[in-house]
């Protein structure tokens, strides 16, 4: 539990440090995000590890539906946050159309995967 306790700690400070930066100096934010992005091996590394590590909490104490709401919740808030800036979506997805999916493929294997194991969940009889 405290490990859980833990990474929702770090995930609310996160948020409300994000929210305060991009409040008090947008142009800051971008040019830190740049900065970070200029990384991607290492992003990928710790992305990665955050992604085992919270995934060993996740799959160990929440029910799969459970997860599955979290992320439709999470996913319509995103979607509602990119609303506002649809021409710059539509843009940037012409970019990926044309540059492929390839480069996501690790993404994509995750979340297929996910609703898979979601889908049999719902529809096989609980014993």
């Known amino acids: 539990m405290l490990g859980k306790q833990i990474l929702a700690g770090i995930c609310g400070v996160a948020i409300l440090a994000k929210l ?5 100096s947008p ?10 992005l200029g990384h991607t ?5 710790v992305y990665l590890v955050l ?12 029910d799969l539906i459970d997860l599955a709401v979290v992320m439709l ?8 946050t990119l609303i506002p800036y649809y021409a710059a979506l ?10 492929g999916l390839g480069q996501a493929w690790l993404a994509m294997v995750i979340w297929g995967a996910l609703a898979v194991a979601v889908l049999y969940r719902v529809f ?4």
């Open 20 to 24: 305060l930066f991009i409040i008090i």
């Open 73 to 80: 919740f999470t996913s319509l808030l995103i979607g509602v």
């Open 27 to 36: 142009v800051k934010w971008v040019g830190l995000v740049e900065g970070f």
């Open 90 to 99: 539509l843009k940037l997805g012409g970019e990926i159309a044309t540059q």
């Open 124 to 127: 096989t009889p609980q014993k």
């Open 41 to 45: 091996a290492v992003i990928w590394a």
């Open 51 to 62: 992604i085992i590590i919270t995934g060993y909490y996740v799959f160990s104490s929440v």
